[in-house]
């Protein structure tokens, strides 16, 4: 069973900063992918950043390249998404998810099928 389980949200200043961690299990092969996503009230999910297993490709959204780094343990099975210069319009709940298979789709939501719990994370002015 996939499992993947969010932690390090929280409340920061604008311009501070945060890590989540997503810890991974339940995978028997490297075709998959890690996206985070983000949902603000009232607003659609949206894909932040995601990481693939298998050749480490790597992709940012527009509104985060720059200030938020994903990166993988595969040790540790955790894809972490350190997050930089934080601004107001960054707090949302952070989700991250999974997708899997040899053509990976980055940013969209309704290719992934797992998903973990989400963590808030909200930035004061």
């Known amino acids: 069973e996939v499992q993947l389980v969010e932690s390090g949200g929280g409340l920061v200043q604008a311009g501070g900063s945060l890590r989540l961690s997503c810890a991974v299990s339940?995978?028997?092969?490297?075709?998959?992918?890690i996206g985070w996503f983000r949902q603000a009230p009232g607003k659609e999910r949206e894909g932040v950043s995601g990481i693939s297993r298998s050749d480490g490709g790597k992709y940012y959204a527009d509104s985060v390249k720059d200030r938020f780094t994903i990166s993988s343990d595969n040790a540790k099975n955790t894809v972490y998404l350190q997050m930089n210069d934080l601004k107001p319009e960054d707090t949302a709940v952070y989700y991250c998810a999974a997708t899997t298979g040899s053509f990976i789709v980055f940013g969209i939501a309704s290719y992934y099928d797992y998903w973990g719990q989400g963590t808030q994370v909200t930035v004061s002015s």
């Open positions: 339940g995978f028997t092969s490297d075709d998959y992918a």
